[in-house]
C-alpha cells in the first residue's frame, strides 16, 4: 500500500536568529524536523493561512506586532496549540490575560537573546575602567565571548582554572581551550579566568547537557571550555584593574582597607585613622 507520509508541522515565528536555531533544534526533538521559521507576524499570518500547523511558536518580541496580539489570532484562526515565549519579568502578566484562551505563556531566559556579562560573587575588581566595559569592548571587536583573565602564581592555578591562549594584539588572546581546577601538569597556562565573562545564549543550551565536573559541581567552565572547543573559540582579555580574592580572607580585609581610604564620604576620617592607630603597633 502506498500513501502521503504525515510530517508533523511547526512553525516557529521569531526575530531573534540565536533563538531560531535553539528552538528549531528543540522542536525537532520533539518531531517537528522541518519547522517553518518566520521573522515577523504578518509572515506567520500568511503562513498560517495556506498550512495547517500543529503547533505555533511566538518568540517575542516581534518587529510588527504584538505576541499576545497574534497568539490569539493563532488561536482563533487555527487548531494549532500555541506558545508564547515572554519576557521574564512579563510572562506572569501575559499568562493572567492568555490563559483563558488556551496560550501557553512561558518565560524567556532573562537575558533573552542578548549577550550578558556573569560577575562571580567572590571576585571584587576595582579600577578606573569597569572590567564588564573591557569584555564588552572585546565582544563589540572580535564578535566572540569574552573572559576577565590574569596571570596568577603557578602554585595557584590549580584553585582556579587555566586557558589555551594564543595572543592577538595588546592585552587580547584567542581562547580554543580551558579547564576548571587543573591538576599538576593539566595546565595550558597560567592564565586564569577571574570574576567576569562576557556570554551570550548559545551557553544555556551547552549548560543543560553539562555533566559535573570539578567538586562534583556542574562548572560554568566546563560549558565554556566546550563553546571554545566547537563553536569558534572566546576572546581573554588581560584586564586592567587590582583583583581582590574574597575566598581569601586577607584579601577580604585588603579590598575593605583600600576601598575604604578611596571612600568620598569616610576615606579621610578612616585615613587618619589608620595613621593613629598604627602607632600603636
Known amino acids: 500500500m502506498g500513501g502521503d507520509v504525515f510530517v508533523p508541522s511547526a512553525l516557529i ?23 517553518t521559521i518566520v521573522a515577523s507576524g504578518g509572515e506567520a499570518r500568511r503562513r498560517m493561512g495556506d498550512i ?14 504584538f505576541g499576545h496580539e497574534l497568539s ?46 556573569v560577575i562571580y560573587g567572590d571576585d571584587v575588581i576595582w579600577g578606573e575602567d569597569p572590567v564588564c566595559a573591557q569584555l564588552i569592548r572585546a565582544y563589540e571587536e572580535f564578535g566572540r565571548p569574552a573572559a576577565g583573565v590574569s596571570a596568577v602564581p603557578w602554585a595557584d592555578v590549580s584553585r582556579y582554572c587555566s586557558l589555551k591562549t594564543t595572543p592577538i594584539h595588546d592585552n587580547y588572546f584567542f581562547v580554543d581551550d580551558m579547564i ?26 551547552i549548560l543543560a547537557h553539562t555533566k559535573p565536573g570539578a567538586g562534583g559541581e556542574i562548572q560554568l567552565t566546563d560549558a565554556m571550555a566546550e563553546y571554545a572547543r566547537n563553536c569558534g573559540g572566546m576572546t581573554a582579555v588581560e584586564f586592567t584593574g587590582t583583583h581582590y580574592d574574597m575566598g581569601n580572607k586577607l584579601r577580604v580585609v585588603e579590598a575593605q582597607v583600600e576601598l575604604a581610604l578611596q571612600h568620598p564620604e569616610i576615606g579621610e576620617a578612616f585615613r587618619a585613622y589608620l595613621k593613629e592607630f598604627c602607632k600603636t603597633l
Open 13 to 35: 515565528a521569531s526575530a531573534g536568529n540565536n533563538a531560531n536555531e535553539y528552538l528549531a533544534k528543540h522542536v525537532a526533538e520533539l518531531g517537528y524536523l522541518r519547522p
Open 52 to 65: 495547517d500547523f500543529e503547533v505555533v511558536i511566538i518568540n517575542t518580541p516581534l518587529p510588527d506586532e
Open 72 to 117: 490569539t489570532y493563532a488561536v482563533e484562526k487555527s487548531n494549532a496549540g500555541v506558545i508564547l515565549l515572554a519576557k521574564a519579568g512579563t510572562a506572569d502578566q501575559i499568562s493572567d490575560k492568555l490563559q483563558q484562551h488556551g496560550v501557553l505563556v512561558l518565560a524567556k531566559p532573562f537575558t533573552g537573546d542578548d549577550p550578558f556579562v
Open 180 to 205: 576548571e581546577k587543573p591538576k599538576k601538569g593539566q595546565e595550558f597556562s597560567n592564565y586564569s579566568i577571574l570574576g567576569r565573562v562576557l556570554l551570550t545564549p548559545e551557553i544555556y543550551d
